[in-house]
């Protein structure tokens, strides 16, 4: 129990002094935005080539936790589309239930594992990510293209945006440097470690910015199926899956904390451009990052 709470409250309470900054409009406006940019740019990356160039990564199991976290995507994906049949959700509503269905806040996953199982659940958590953020943003395009007629999946435009994203980059980067064998310059290592190490404060302290208390005021049925497949439904699956695929100890936590993470606060972004409900993705991404803290207390005893 001290664990969790050691592993939980540093989480709670740096979102919620990013919340406070917000309320307080300090150091300004402007100033989140780009410090959120620059987090995702440099900060994140950083982090993840420092802790990949030289973890010790077993491949064979590895895959398997990441067939896990694929498969129970695809899963959770199925059972929002059978609900849909079953509730009949207007479509660009729907797009926001699927985005907070199956999305997840890389910060908070990261933050979380290194806290609670230090630099080998945080490598398992950074190969995961590799895998599922281009998985994931082609089931939510594809989604958007189907239940809105807008945004369109192309093979080119996909390669694009994989080869942009600075998360996926800095894993593959970190993968090579590890499978090469070469080992980075001593100032090199020691200038990342300190990059590293405001990573994921500042990272969170977005989150805790990114929070729109006002929209839950507008709370629907679609908030509560999102929110409830994710948070409890989604950790199931993966337990299940997990177990399938032969996953125990660290692995088969990785994967469970995984599903239990709340949507990505990039989902606003999706929705905002590709004619999405905004209200309602905004009201999911803060209701489960608050919730989440809740749910993953009574999660990961159980692990």
């Not at 950074?126 to 369109?152: D, E, H, W």
Request: proline share 4%; charged share 10%; glycine share 8%.
């Amino acid at each position: 129990m001290t664990l969790i709470l050691n592993a939980l409250l540093p989480i709670c309470i740096l979102i919620s002094i990013g919340y406070g900054f917000k309320f307080l409009k300090f150091p300004s406006i402007d100033f989140w935005p780009m410090a959120d940019k620059f987090t995702y740019y440099v900060l994140m990356p950083s982090l993840l080539i420092y802790k990949l160039s030289h973890a010790k990564i077993d491949l064979s199991h590895t895959m398997n936790l990441v067939a896990t976290a694929m498969l129970s995507i695809l899963i959770v994906l199925g059972v929002l589309v059978l609900l849909n049949l079953l509730f009949r959700f207007e479509g660009k509503a729907f797009t926001s239930i699927v985005q907070g269905g199956i999305r997840f806040n890389s910060y908070v996953l990261l933050a979380f594992v290194d806290t609670a199982y230090g630099d080998k659940g945080l490598v398992l958590a950074a190969i995961v990510m590799a895998f599922v953020i281009p998985f994931i943003n082609v089931l939510c395009i594809s989604t958007f293209a189907i239940y809105t007629r807008k945004g369109t999946f192309s093979v080119l435009g996909f390669a694009k945006t994989v080869v942009k994203n600075p998360l996926i980059g800095a894993c593959v980067v970190g993968g090579l440097i590890n499978a090469s064998g070469f080992t980075l310059p001593l100032v090199l290592i020691k200038s990342l470690a300190l990059l590293s190490s405001a990573a994921l404060p500042i990272g969170l302290l977005s989150v805790g910015v990114g929070l729109e208390l006002k929209y839950l005021k507008s709370a629907k049925k679609e908030l509560f199926v999102s929110t409830f497949i994710k948070l409890l439904f989604f950790p199931l699956v993966t337990y299940g899956v997990g177990l399938l695929f032969g996953l125990s100890g660290i692995s088969l936590s990785i994967a469970v904390i995984f599903g239990a993470m709340p949507t990505a606060v990039s989902a606003y972004i999706l929705a905002r451009e590709l004619g999405g409900d905004v209200p309602l993705i905004a009201s999911i991404i803060t209701l489960q990052t608050i919730l989440c803290m809740g749910t993953l207390f009574l999660i990961v005893p159980l692990l």
